[in-house]
């Protein structure tokens, strides 16, 4: 099936989105969709499968003019598109969800299910509620779902994301016969090159609502980094920074949550030096983190910072002995939709029982002009930009803080605002504070750590020189490969 | 067993039939994500009308059966105009759902009031006992279940027919998605807030059959205060006490029941010398005590009591999430 | 803004009044009334002279008092329908003080006002510790502790408290005459004491809100207690000062009903107040100074309406349905305005909270701390 595109337009408020996108998508191949955050790749996506409306342009299929409003009747016409946050309802059971929006009943729903699962080597049990898979494992259930509605054209959007190595390879051979074997069209929508580089056989590449470039592969990833950015980066250079006395130690901690355990863990951060916590969404970085900073209390063990005995203390107590966090949802948990530049500056910094408004807002002007945020001080934070939230959650952290931590700091941010905040982090660890973040993103963790803790299922597994391992290994080892290798040694 | 046991427990199933009914519609309605928070006012104004409606039609001549059935209808049509403001207000207008609810708690009672000065205390037709032969013969079961009228036996049928719906069909399916993960429900090309304002209005209607339980049944007639005052309250306890499942609402609606029909019995036994008014503190402190349990981890702990293989099972049974979205909007964009 | 807005704005503003006449004429109509008179009564029965306006301030005191305690806890997120077991409990506590005490009475009635605020205030608390510590929503909680309120108001009526000719569950007997609040003067019947009282009252909790840590951290609490919490504010004890300030307030008012408006304690001697005070802040939408304004017209309409059972044998309850409509109606013209783009941002007007009827399982990470 081909698809062609033509004059796509589409505005968000001032931001252009989409502008004046043409191109013909031929069928049986697998075709990346490149760009940096913001570029412009997942609205042109949202379009084609009927999530969002074009404002203006024209779709044809197979050269006839394609008219359709709404995910489903782009389904009718044959596309179907897997969001990054796959769109199925935990509370379901697998069958459930699949059975939901089919015109089967249940005992042939569930043959197909079985049926197609099996095809593609799928571990999909009918019977688990959906609130108990892992991310990849629901990306499965979505494509099953999409082909038995008769899907010709998958659209996946960032898939790689989260997913380990082994699982990462299962899903790649699904698509590869999907386009060899059945001639579907596959739209591989990535900003990580070395997937695209393994799997497509074209990219179409856009930058800032622009499509600038359409190439068959191969090519090298220098190449694809000027389609995309219109410029080379230098890869990130690491300082050593010497390591100075423990500030935090949690010693023989056992956290438990509604779904796991992580039993006996001791580790110790040390002044200065960065650890990064890598695994699946739900492995248990989550729970470690949170209990780092007091939200969760550990059910065994202990919590020293600096010396001090911080078990049991509440969060309030962990702040003003010189720990900063920084939460993943930054709306949710960090910034209040509804107050104003200045109340969250005031909020984080004043003590006084009485507020000097205008001392305030000085205070607040300078704080945005040091962290670069654009935005006014009597704006609703709500009306900022992802990036410049980021970098104002960052100026309300105290200066220099005994040890930062922080859930996915750079999630969802463009490559311009997540290298700014490193920036930040690395000046602040510089000066001796310590640092442990999560990430979902492998590159990132490998760049910017000295120790790397890997979590599958609640088990704990240490590298201790973040420098000796790749990328791919660490693909593995966040599937829970962790025997056999060489790179270090389990926590828990 | 002895008949005065049976009687009571007879009583209990009549006496809890209108909080079944009006906490099933609740749970219909959240089920679809809408808190419709109006219960207390809308039975009142509900059971006011179907009684007034009743009571006029069968004043102007026309028979008891029609009289009734249109004092239902009017019960059912007033309490799904009710619920139906709170969806439009809280989908279309987007108002905090919570607000408009609360407003026409008050705004609904007050109107029962006003409307129905002048039918107080008035006799009006009533819904005949009618026991289900063979059934009601049954030892033990048939006159506790089986000796009673058509709205018990109706809820009954509302229990099996909600539960089917809800986890049997396929449009039980599309209800719960747009409660739980609205977006999904619009990927599968479900229309979620014609889905809310249908299942709103449903929830509504049943809240107001439950008012005509009370004023063409079970307290019959009109009086200021009404008699049912408060009721709608538990019943949206009991809805958060019943997880969200027909079965364990159904349960909790009992429990209430058993609870009250317990204090009218320890008031008529001389032996036991409580002030009868402290009674009636029973329901509530009953509400908070089962509030506490459902969240907060009140369950999780008293679960770690038991050992741990049936742990597991119980803690599955009574499992209680509220719908994931519920009282969020929705908006396609 | 074109002139056609302006219009459009101006028509949307008067909507919610022409509304509610026009629904309640119907209604008058229905019961078989003449609309026309019934306006004339409430009118007069609120204006006709000065004992009557007297009336008007004597329902406007505890109603200011329970809704600017109100716009404390909606400011910090909580939908405090405790509020009228909160004035019930001031009710009892006030009644203790005068039943007990034997001092003179301008010693007594502050102490009287004190003991109030405190039942109001452990009322108010006991909401929100069964909010933050046990996760029950404020909304059950308030409902039913209103409820256990208005049983032991009864239960002292008929039992402990109960009047020597034997418990007609009616009242009390009626306190001493030093225990209560003095009269400006038998014309003009109003306790002075409690008007100044009220006066201070609006003025701090209007400065407190504005510009105080206090004010910006519940502000905080109630938009988001999550990242409140995470940006440091101690969202546990905000909560609950807002619900104890609220339930002094209105533990204040409560005493005002049975030591100024009754002589004695009685059922339901907060008249529904409470009630109305959270459809008051409903329609100001939190400003704190737009309150005694609007609090002034709901208590003209209550006290006129009570004339209407007079002249009209017709049931006071009209004046609930003129409130509850007008209230209903501005809502709904508020979503009007804001759907037709007329103004602001969503959810401006009431508190725009989540509805979670049951807090999280206690191993996640807390809300209020």
């Given at each position: 099936m081909d698809i062609e595109l033509r004059n796509i337009h589409k505005w968000f408020g001032s931001i252009h989105a989409n502008n004046d996108i043409t191109v013909t998508l031929k069928g049986g191949r697998i075709i990346g969709v490149l760009g940096e955050n913001g570029a412009g790749k997942s609205t042109l996506m949202k379009i084609l499968s009927g999530f969002q409306p074009a404002d203006s342009g024209e779709i044809s299929i197979d050269g006839k003019p394609a008219v359709y409003h709404g995910p489903q009747a782009a389904i009718a016409n044959g596309i179907g598109m897997l969001q990054q946050d796959p769109l199925d309802v935990p509370a379901f059971s697998v069958l459930e969800n699949f059975l939901f929006g089919l015109s089967l009943n249940r005992k042939e729903a569930r043959k197909r299910l079985v049926e197609i699962s099996q095809r593609f080597g799928f571990d999909l049990d009918p019977d688990t509620p959906v609130a108990n898979l892992t991310i990849a494992q629901r990306q499965q259930q979505e494509i099953v779902r999409l082909l038995a509605l008769g899907v010709k054209t998958l659209i996946l959007d960032e898939p790689t994301t989260g997913i380990s190595a082994e699982q990462k390879q299962l899903l790649f051979d699904t698509l590869q016969s999907l386009a060899r074997q059945h001639g579907m069209t596959v739209l591989l929508v990535s900003h990580k090159l070395e997937d695209v580089i393994a799997l497509c056989d074209e990219v179409i590449v856009l930058r800032a609502g622009k499509l600038v470039g359409d190439r068959q592969m191969p090519a090298t990833t220098q190449q694809l980094v000027r389609l995309m950015f219109g410029q080379e980066f230098a890869p990130p250079t690491r300082e050593r920074v010497p390591l100075g006395e423990p500030v935090l130690r949690l010693d023989g901690v056992l956290l438990r949550d509604k779904r796991l355990t992580i039993d006996t863990c001791t580790f110790q951060v040390r002044a200065g030096e960065v650890v990064g916590l890598a695994g699946l969404d739900g492995s248990g970085q989550e729970l470690l983190i949170r209990a780092c900073v007091g939200l969760v209390k550990p059910n065994r063990g202990s919590i020293v910072l600096a010396g001090q005995d911080m078990t049991g203390k509440p969060y309030r107590h962990y702040l003003q002995c010189g720990i900063a966090f920084g939460a993943a949802g930054r709306l949710e948990e960090g910034l209040i939709a509804g107050l104003t530049l200045t109340e969250h500056v005031a909020l984080a910094n004043e003590t006084d029982p009485l507020i000097d408004c205008d001392a305030a807002r000085e205070h607040t002007a300078n704080q945005l002009a040091l962290y670069n945020v654009r935005g006014r001080a009597e704006d609703p934070i709500e009306q900022l930009s992802g990036g410049n939230q980021q970098r104002l959650l960052m100026a309300l952290m105290p200066e220099e803080p005994l040890a930062m931590v922080l859930e996915q700091?750079?999630?969802?941010?463009?490559v311009d605002s997540a290298s700014w905040i490193w920036q930040q982090l690395l000046a602040r660890r510089a000066s001796g504070t310590a640092i442990v973040f999560s990430s979902a993103d492998l590159d990132e963790l490998v760049a910017y750590s000295d120790r790397i803790l890997v979590f599958y299922a609640g088990q704990v597994y240490e590298i201790d020189d973040a420098s000796t391992v790749t990328i791919d290994d660490l693909g593995h080892l966040i599937g829970g490969e962790f025997e056999g290798s060489g790179a270090g040694r389990r926590l828990a | 067993m002895n008949d005065e046991l049976l009687n009571i427990l007879g009583s209990v199933v009549l006496n809890a039939t209108p909080l079944v009914i009006a906490s099933l519609g609740e749970t219909i309605t959240e089920r679809a994500g809408v808190v419709n928070l109006s219960l207390d006012g809308s039975i009142v104004l509900s059971a006011m009308l179907g009684f007034v409606a009743a009571y006029s039609v069968s004043q102007s001549g026309a028979g008891s059966e029609i009289s009734l059935i249109l004092g239902v209808l009017a019960a059912m049509l007033a309490g799904a105009i009710v619920a139906l403001i709170v969806a439009i207000g809280g989908i279309a207008l987007r108002r905090d759902q919570v607000a408009v609810g609360f407003v026409l708690t008050l705004l609904a009672a007050g109107l029962a009031q006003f409307l129905g000065q002048n039918f107080t205390r008035i006799p009006g037709p009533t819904v005949p006992y009618a026991p289900i032969s063979l059934l009601s013969d049954i030892p033990i079961l048939g006159p506790i279940f089986f000796r009673h009228n058509i709205f018990v036996y109706f809820s009954y049928v509302l229990i099996f027919v909600t539960w089917f719906w809800l986890f049997r069909s396929r449009r039980g399916l599309a209800l719960r998605a747009v409660g739980e993960r609205p977006e999904a429900a619009f990927a599968r090309g479900v229309d979620v807030n014609r889905q809310r304002y249908v299942y709103t209005a449903l929830g509504g209607a049943l809240v107001g059959l439950a008012g005509a339980a009370y004023s063409l049944?079970?307290?019959p007639g009109w009086a200021t205060p009404p008699v049912m005052r408060g009721d709608g309250w538990i019943a949206l306890a009991i809805v958060i006490f019943g997880g969200w499942h027909p079965f364990r609402v159904v349960l909790g609606a009992y429990l209430f029941a058993s609870l009250r029909a317990l204090s009218t019995v320890i008031q008529r036994t001389p032996e036991i010398s409580i002030s009868p008014v402290l009674l009636n503190l029973l329901p509530w402190v009953l509400m908070i005590a089962t509030l506490v349990m459902v969240s907060s981890g009140g369950v999780e702990r008293l679960l770690r009591l038991l050992p741990r293989p049936i742990q597991k099972m119980t803690r599955n049974v009574l499992r209680s999430d509220p719908p994931a979205a519920l009282g969020t909007r929705f908006e396609a964009k | 803004m074109t002139k056609n807005q302006t219009l459009l704005n101006l028509a949307l503003t008067l909507l919610p009044i022409i509304a509610s006449v026009v629904i309640s004429s119907i209604l008058i109509l229905a019961v078989g009334s003449d609309p026309r008179g019934v306006f004339e009564k409430l009118w007069e029965g609120a204006f006709r002279n000065s004992n009557a306006l007297a009336g008007v301030l004597n329902f406007w005191i505890p109603l200011t008092l329970a809704s600017i305690g109100l716009v404390v806890t909606f400011r910090a997120g909580l939908w405090n329908i405790g509020v009228e077991g909160q004035m019930m409990m001031g009710a009892v506590f006030a009644s203790w003080a005068a039943r007990t005490l034997v001092l003179p009475t301008p010693l007594l009635i502050p102490i009287e006002i004190a003991v109030a605020m405190l039942g109001g205030a452990a009322w108010g608390v006991l909401v929100g510790l069964l909010k933050t510590r046990l996760g029950v929503h404020e909304i059950f909680g308030g409902v039913a502790l209103n409820a256990i309120a208005n049983v032991f108001t009864i239960y002292l009526i008929s039992g402990p408290w109960q009047p020597p000719e034997g418990g007609s569950a009616q009242a009390t007997p009626p306190f001493p005459d030093y225990t209560l609040l003095p009269e400006l003067s038998g014309e003009f019947p109003v306790s002075l004491f409690a008007l100044v009282l009220t006066v201070v009252a609006i003025g701090a909790i209007f400065l407190a809100l504005r510009g105080t840590r206090w004010g910006l951290e519940l502000k905080a609490t109630g938009k988001n207690p999550r990242s409140a919490l995470l940006l440091g504010v101690p969202t546990e004890r905000s909560a609950l000062s807002a619900l104890i300030v609220c339930g002094a307030l209105a533990g204040i008012a409560g005493a005002y009903r049975v030591l100024f408006t009754y002589d004695s304690l009685r059922p339901l001697a907060s008249g529904g107040i409470g009630f109305l005070a959270l459809l008051v802040v409903l329609l100001v939408s939190m400003k704190t100074l737009l309150v005694p304004l609007v609090a002034f017209l709901v208590a003209a309409l209550f006290t006129g309406s009570t004339r209407l059972k007079v002249a009209l044998q017709l049931d006071q309850s009209l004046a609930d349905v003129l409130q509850g409509t007008v209230v209903l109606m501005v809502l709904l013209s508020n979503g009007l305005r804001e759907r037709l783009a007329l103004r602001g941002r969503v959810g401006e007007g009431e508190p725009e909270t989540e509805f979670k009827p049951i807090a999280p399982v206690t191993t996640e990470a807390p809300t209020y701390e």
């Open positions: 700091p750079t999630r969802g941010l463009d | 049944s079970i307290k | -």
